[in-house]
């Protein structure tokens, strides 16, 4: 059969396969597209795909649904749209644990090389080390000071191992070369409660949760993660102001597609997803939801995932993490 | 006090104005019948109405979501008493006498003292929430690592003897309970233990699983085989036959008093949320019964004292949730992301800045309970007729929404497979004589044992003495040494007094 195949048949049925692509992706979406959120419902990237889902569908007049797939730290659905049929339903929305888990994992289900096509950077939140008023410190300086005064004598909680805010605790480790003890909690929020009760005097969290206890004073914040201060703590330095050059990790949001999803549906998404976030309305709204909006389109995300990869794999390392 | 209840009534204002009374209405509603089905999950639900409620107010988005949390609380023990399937898991422990109860025709009373339970404990949860929330911090962080720790092995040490029958037997398959819980990414170094390469166990397996599996299967697979049908048959409907009487009310509401406490002393620890209150208000009942031989063959006690202390731990859950912003469960988790979606931030100044968010809640909980008993009562028969539903038809469909249900918690078919597989065990169990409930427990509490062991060591760097170094840690280590030496001294008096006839072999 195959070789009674003429070139001209050949043409025709690519000819054929481009036109019902093209005419795919002008009717998309024809139904339902799943935005898989490769945690359980209540986080950040599901507040983020939640949002996002909303403004997709009225502004394609389609309907874009959530749906969690929880487990293995964010593995296990970012597996489930790695081994999606690449025709534009299926979509993802994960965030850093997508470029931190292959370097923390022996195995991860997906290959962030090759599995997927980037959308947009949607939004970021950066971390923050806070301490308990009562310990009496103010600053980084004062942390690195007493950690240096008396070594072994803190403990820092975090969110859980592996988590960015974690490894900004370790990073800051291995620059000063002080030593804390990481006491790791099944979620920030219980992370933070640590801190709030003084089980552990400081930890790095995730600052959106953090948040309202630090304007409220039951948090004193020591330093942001982020590239620039946070809008609602302008009296908060950045890591890098406070002597750390290069010290910037943060939490990303991510919107990506598996590869090989016809490029007009990605074009398409591109678009609407920008212009989505360039609506000053909704920016504010992502901000109050504690994600500053980053909208950097697919070339951008790319080199973002580029660069973090190796960054957290090189962390990672340094800090003496077993592979899990 | 003064300051709560002119709160309170600001919060009537906002509960009571039209469009928030009905969007109230309709989050109870929905509630009660996600409780009642087997095959929906309150978190599915909440997830797939939250779309919804981004063009309400932010009010009333959250008195509806909310709403079906605590309504489904309402149905959750319908199909724990009346079928055996747990399929919420704070219900899960209420089978073992709702159940009993209902196969000697007293599912009705079952039912009708869950509903008393219901409005106590709610009501002790709404109020506590009133009068505590502001100083909620000053007694949540009290316990810290080592008081969770060492409450956590009373828990289990009151309940290892949960089951009826052999202690050996019960405590075995409290160990068994833990060893499953093992199961999953340990949370202090971040490895996966006994997942055997399945990436569906990094998280260990699903609680509505594992109930679902031992209670629900199980007893299909013992019934199917046996030839008289129990349960079905001998149930009198007629009106008297449903209420409880004076004497079940006599006996069911010290324990229901009892569930209250326990339950909101639970919910005001983070992390410990309804599942864990009903399963230490069902050993402590126990515990102190004197006529604990009565517990697992339709013990009033046994439903009246968990169902209490799920609704007021329900109710109480809310508190660490919107004045420290910290939820207790998956579920407060997906609250908080709502309010946030909704721009609104919990947290200590949440209720200085929000007046209308939570007095408008404490409110409608008042609203929302209300309709929830005036809807359900009438409901009972209605509930107990399900039970005339041949059981050919009755078992295999509730079947079918169990596979619905477990798949929709995690959209995971492996979750599908381990509750025919727990279904199996727990047939095989039975057969054997063991008694699958304290392998829940052990499941509930055996985790946050070792979580909070290890990081209380963590934190005094090795040394032991920090468990016995902070009063109420102290005092939970007392109490579970007196357990201990207790039942020792009892176990002794027992080998030394005349042999008895072997009745429970019959049992």
Redesign the interface.
């Known amino acids: 059969m195959i070789g009674n195949f003429t070139r001209r048949e050949a043409l025709l049925t690519a000819a054929g396969l481009i036109v019902v692509r093209s005419a795919r992706a002008a009717g998309y979406p024809e139904r339902p597209v799943k935005i898989v959120v490769p945690f359980a419902p209540g986080g950040p990237s599901d507040i983020m795909a939640r949002v996002m889902a909303g403004y997709l569908s009225s502004r394609t007049g389609g309907s874009f649904v959530v749906e969690n797939h929880g487990g293995a730290g964010g593995n296990i659905g970012a597996g489930v749209a790695a081994r999606a049929t690449p025709d534009g339903y299926t979509l993802l929305i994960h965030s850093s644990p997508l470029v931190v888990n292959p370097s923390l994992y022996k195995k991860v289900p997906y290959d962030i090389t090759k599995d997927f096509a980037p959308l947009v950077e949607l939004g970021t939140s950066p971390n923050v080390f806070v301490a308990n008023p009562a310990f009496g410190i103010k600053s980084i300086a004062d942390l690195v000071a007493r950690a240096k005064a008396d070594p072994k004598s803190i403990s820092y909680a975090s969110g859980g191992i592996g988590t960015p805010a974690h490894l900004s605790g370790e990073l800051l480790k291995l620059k000063e070369g002080i030593e804390m003890t990481h006491v790791p909690y099944a979620s920030g929020g219980l992370g933070m409660q640590a801190v709030l009760q003084n089980t552990t005097p400081v930890a790095a969290l995730s600052l959106p949760p953090a948040l309202p206890m630090i304007k409220a004073g039951q948090l004193v914040a020591l330093a942001v993660t982020g590239k620039t201060r946070w809008p609602e703590l302008p009296q908060t330095p950045t890591m890098v102001e406070a002597g750390y050059p290069g010290f910037v990790t943060d939490n990303f949001q991510v919107f990506l597609a598996p590869a090989k999803t016809p490029q007009a549906i990605v074009d398409l998404l591109v678009k609407t997803t920008l212009e989505i976030l360039h609506d000053p309305k909704i920016a504010q709204q992502l901000l109050a939801d504690g994600f500053e909006v980053i909208a950097n389109g697919p070339a951008g995300l790319q080199k973002r995932i580029d660069d973090d990869v190796p960054m957290w794999r090189d962390l990672i390392e340094k800090s003496g993490l077993e592979k899990v | 006090m003064e300051g709560s209840f002119a709160g309170l009534a600001h919060g009537f204002d906002v509960a009571l104005a039209w469009h928030n009374l009905i969007w109230c209405f309709v989050g109870v509603v929905v509630g009660n019948m996600v409780g009642v089905l087997p095959g929906m999950g309150v978190?599915s639900t909440?997830?797939i109405l939250?779309?919804l409620t981004?063009s309400m107010q932010p009010v009333a988005a959250l008195l509806m979501l909310s709403g079906i949390y605590y309504g489904a609380q309402y149905g959750g023990a319908i199909c724990s008493i009346l079928l055996n399937l747990p399929c919420h898991p704070p219900h899960a422990v209420t089978c073992l006498d709702g159940y009993p109860m209902t196969k000697q025709g007293r599912g009705g009373v079952a039912l009708g003292i869950t509903m008393l339970a219901a409005i106590i404990g709610a009501a002790f949860g709404i109020g506590q929430m009133m009068v505590l929330a502001p100083y909620i911090?000053s007694i949540?962080?009290?316990?810290?690592?080592q008081e969770i720790c060492a409450l956590m092995l009373l828990g289990l040490l009151a309940g290892s003897t949960l089951a009826k029958g052999s202690p050996i037997k019960g405590i075995s398959m409290t160990l068994f309970g833990i060893l499953l819980s093992l199961a999953g990414?340990d949370?202090?170094?971040?490895?996966?233990r006994f997942t055997f390469g399945y990436?569906?166990l990094?998280?260990g397996f699903e609680l509505v699983a594992i109930s679902l599996g031992l209670f629900g299967i199980a007893e299909f697979l013992k019934s199917v085989n046996s030839v008289s049908l129990a349960g079905v048959k001998n149930v009198r409907l007629g009106f008297r036959d449903l209420r409880p009487s004076r004497a079940d009310l006599r006996q069911g509401l010290p324990p229901i008093l009892r569930g209250t406490v326990i339950g909101s002393l639970c919910s005001l620890i983070?992390?410990t949320g309804p599942t864990i209150a009903s399963f230490i208000a069902y050993a402590m009942e126990k515990k102190i019964s004197r006529t604990p031989e009565r517990f697992g063959y339709g013990a009033i006690e046994g439903v009246a004292s968990p169902e209490a202390s799920t609704h007021s731990a329900v109710q109480g859950d809310f508190i660490p949730t919107m004045s420290?912003?910290?939820?207790g469960d998956?579920v407060m988790?997906?609250?908080?992301?709502?309010l946030?979606?909704h721009?609104i931030?919990?947290?200590?100044?949440?209720i200085i800045e929000q007046p209308d968010i939570f007095w408008g809640l404490i409110a409608s909980f008042w609203i929302g309970n209300i309709i929830l008993v005036v809807l359900n009562v009438p409901l009972i028969g209605i509930w107990v007729k399900l039970l005339m539903v041949p059981y050919r038809y009755l078992y295999p469909t509730a079947l079918f929404f169990v596979c619905i249900g477990v798949f929709a918690t995690?959209?995971?078919m492996f979750d599908v497979a381990a509750t025919l597989g727990f279904g199996a065990f727990g047939y095989l169990l039975l057969q054997l004589g063991f008694e699958p409930a304290p392998i829940l427990l052990g499941f509930v509490l055996g985790p946050r044992l070792e979580?909070n062991f290890r990081?209380a060591l963590?934190?005094s760097?090795g040394s032991m003495e920090t468990f016995i170094d902070r009063p109420i840690s102290a005092v939970f280590i007392g109490i579970s040494v007196l357990l201990l030496a207790a039942q020792v001294y009892a176990a002794v008096r027992k080998m030394r007094a005349p042999v008895k006839l072997p009745e429970e072999a019959f049992d």
């Open positions: 978190l909440i997830s939250l779309p981004f911090a949540a962080f009290k316990f810290g690592p990414t949370i202090n170094t971040g490895n996966e990436a569906e990094s998280d983070p992390g420290l912003g910290i939820p998956a988790a997906l609250l908080l992301g709502a946030m979606i721009g931030q919990p947290g200590p100044r949440l995690r959209n995971e979580e990081r963590l934190l760097r």
